[in-house]
C-alpha cells in the first residue's frame, strides 16, 4: 500500500496508477471492515476471495502504457499468491508491519556498528531480538527475563511490561 501511495504521489497525474490503486482500495476496504469486526478468521475473510479473483482477472486483462502501470501490474501478478494469503489462515496479519517492525532493530545495529560484522555476530544479535520481540509481543520486561536465569520464556511468569 505505501509503495502504491509513494507511485502516485511521484505521478500524480497518471490515470492508470490512479485506477490500479483505486481497484486495490475498493478491494481492501471491505477486507480490513471485516478484520475489525470479526478479526483474523479464515471464516470470515474468505468470502473476499471472489472479489481477489475479480481483481486479478481485471488486472491480467489490463492493457497499460505507462512503464509505471507496468511495473505495478507486474509486481501484483509475481505476488499474486501471497498477497491475500491471511484470507486463507487463521491469524496471519494482512500488512507486514510486525515483520517491518522486526526488522528495523536489525537495521538500528546496523547503522550503530557501520555495517561491518561477521556472520556469527549476525546469528547471535539475531537471536537476542528474537528473545525481545517474543517479550515485547508478551508484554514481558526483557532485561528481567534475561537477568532471571529462565531457559524458556513460556514457564516465565515474571514481571509484565517493558
Known amino acids: 500500500?505505501?509503495?502504491?501511495?509513494?507511485?502516485?504521489?511521484?505521478?500524480?497525474?497518471?490515470?492508470?496508477?490512479?485506477?490500479?490503486?483505486?481497484?486495490?482500495?475498493?478491494?481492501?476496504?471491505?477486507?480490513?471492515?471485516?478484520?475489525?469486526?470479526?478479526?483474523?478468521k479464515t471464516h470470515f475473510l474468505r468470502k473476499h476471495k471472489i472479489a481477489v479473483t475479480r481483481f486479478y482477472n481485471t488486472l491480467l486483462l489490463g492493457k497499460y502504457n505507462t512503464e509505471l502501470a507496468q511495473k505495478v501490474q507486474k509486481r501484483f501478478i509475481k505476488n499474486q499468491g501471497k498477497l491475500f494469503t491471511f484470507l486463507d489462515y487463521d491469524?496471519?496479519?494482512?500488512?507486514?508491519n510486525n515483520a517491518e517492525h522486526a526488522i528495523k532493530s536489525f537495521a538500528d545495529l546496523?547503522?550503530?556498528?557501520?555495517?561491518?560484522?561477521?556472520?556469527?555476530?549476525?546469528?547471535?544479535?539475531?537471536i537476542l531480538l528474537s528473545i525481545y520481540q517474543t517479550c515485547v509481543y508478551r508484554e514481558i520486561d526483557f532485561f528481567t527475563f534475561l537477568r532471571s536465569g529462565e531457559k524458556k520464556i513460556d514457564g516465565y511468569a515474571g514481571e509484565q511490561g517493558r
Open 1 to 40: 500500500m505505501r509503495d502504491l501511495n509513494d507511485d502516485i504521489r511521484r505521478e500524480p497525474f497518471n490515470v492508470e496508477i490512479k485506477e490500479i490503486v483505486s481497484e486495490f482500495g475498493a478491494l481492501l476496504e471491505p477486507m480490513i471492515d471485516t478484520i475489525d469486526r470479526f478479526g483474523l
Open 110 to 126: 546496523r547503522d550503530v556498528i557501520g555495517g561491518r560484522t561477521t556472520e556469527t555476530g549476525v546469528q547471535y544479535y539475531l
Open 91 to 96: 491469524n496471519v496479519p494482512w500488512n507486514n
